[in-house]
């Protein structure tokens, strides 16, 4: 017999739900390693087609993610008072996107990075291997 959850418990969740939270998400991390070192920076995120979007500039660190591959994202929120969070997790491919057709694509898309649009003329791919995501229950 499968118990109910419990006030405080960590509840999976699926992955369509997992992929609602990350696109909501106002703080998104991207992690990877430059020159042996892990690097984590914020980025603004698009989904699009089961894949994750983010723009970026010419010879910047997160230039140097797509051209290296390997990524992991990670998002979480909640509301301290209530301790109700949730907590997304993706590892994935990185590519610097290179079809016009895509780009045009992403442009015309309801999206725009919170750091001067115009100096981030590049958009970064990142294919999902697994996505994963938990919340704390309280109810």
């Known amino acids: 017999m499968i118990q109910p959850p419990r006030p405080g418990d960590l509840m999976d969740l699926e992955s369509q739900e997992a992929a609602a939270y990350l696109e909501a998400a106002p703080w998104v991390r991207i992690g990877f390693i430059v020159e042996g070192a892990p690097i984590v920076l914020p980025i603004n ?8 979007y983010f723009r970026t500039s010419a010879g910047s660190k997160l230039g140097t ?11 979480d929120g909640g509301d301290e008072s209530t ?3 949730w ?3 993706v590892h ?7 079809d016009p057709r895509l780009e045009e694509k992403l442009f015309a898309l309801p999206f725009e990075p919170w750091a001067l649009p115009d ?3 590049f958009w970064v ?3 999902v291997r697994s996505m994963s995501g938990r919340r704390i229950v309280r109810d």
């Open 83 to 85: 301790r109700i969070g």
């Open 119 to 121: 100096d981030r003329p």
């Open 92 to 98: 994935g491919e990185a590519t610097i996107v290179t």
């Open 125 to 127: 791919e990142v294919s």
């Open 87 to 89: 907590s997304v997790l």
């Open 65 to 75: 993610a797509a051209s290296s591959g390997r990524v992991v994202i990670q998002a």
């Open 45 to 52: 995120v698009l989904l699009h087609e089961e894949a994750i």
